[in-house]
């Protein structure tokens, strides 16, 4: 599954938060370069700590495995978050095999915050990930909140205006029926008398 280096979606979280980092293919061109040693050791850490990282960030697990389109021979279906500040680098675990085999080359300001950021397993990476937990999407019912009628502009809602007419008849109403219906009456009688 592809998206751009740095996009705010990615497979398992999206949103304003979330920057996408290693969801290579075999059809977009990606960066190529040397990563310092640190770097590529920490990457291997978190891909070894991805469950624990998938479990903190509450982003579930997901079904299948990728594999590598690049060589076909890799294989892995996990992902992990590496947190700085307010933002989450969202990364399938595959992206130390990238860098390893074919020589990828994460953004920068990836490699400074993964060399920031605490490992997985670790009790400051859960307090960090803590704000960022993927939230699911609201279920449908609490989204028709918007048409319950807003009692300060009684008229300008659609709902309160079939409120309005669905009153029960008052008792006018009712002596006017009663006038029509004898009148009417009355008309029948003379057509057919
Ligand atoms: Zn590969």
């Known amino acids: 599954m592809y998206f751009p280096d740095l996009a705010q979606e990615s497979q398992v979280d999206r949103g304003p938060h979330v920057r996408a ?47 590598c389109e690049l060589c076909n021979r890799a294989r892995d279906g996990s992902n992990f978050g590496v947190v700085a500040g307010p933002l989450v680098y969202v990364c399938p675990a595959m992206i130390a095999h990238y860098v390893e085999v074919h020589g990828y080359l994460p953004p920068e300001q990836f490699q400074l915050a993964l060399l920031a950021c605490p490992l997985p397993a670790t009790p400051e990476y859960q307090a960090l990930a803590a704000p960022l937990r993927y939230v699911p999407p609201e279920p449908l019912q609490s989204r028709t909140t918007h048409n319950i009628p807003d009692l300060r502009y009684p008229f300008s809602n659609p709902v309160t205006e079939r409120m309005v007419w669905a009153r029960p008849i008052g008792p006018w109403r009712v002596f006017a029926i009663i006038v029509l219906v004898l009148s009417a009456a009355k008309c029948a009688a003379k057509l057919f008398d």
């Open 21 to 67: 980092v290693g969801w290579l293919d075999d059809k977009h061109p990606f960066a190529r370069g040397p990563v310092p040693e640190p770097v590529r050791w920490r990457l291997a850490r978190f891909a070894e700590q991805a469950g624990t990282s998938t479990e903190a960030l509450n982003w579930g697990f997901f079904m299948g495995f990728h594999t």
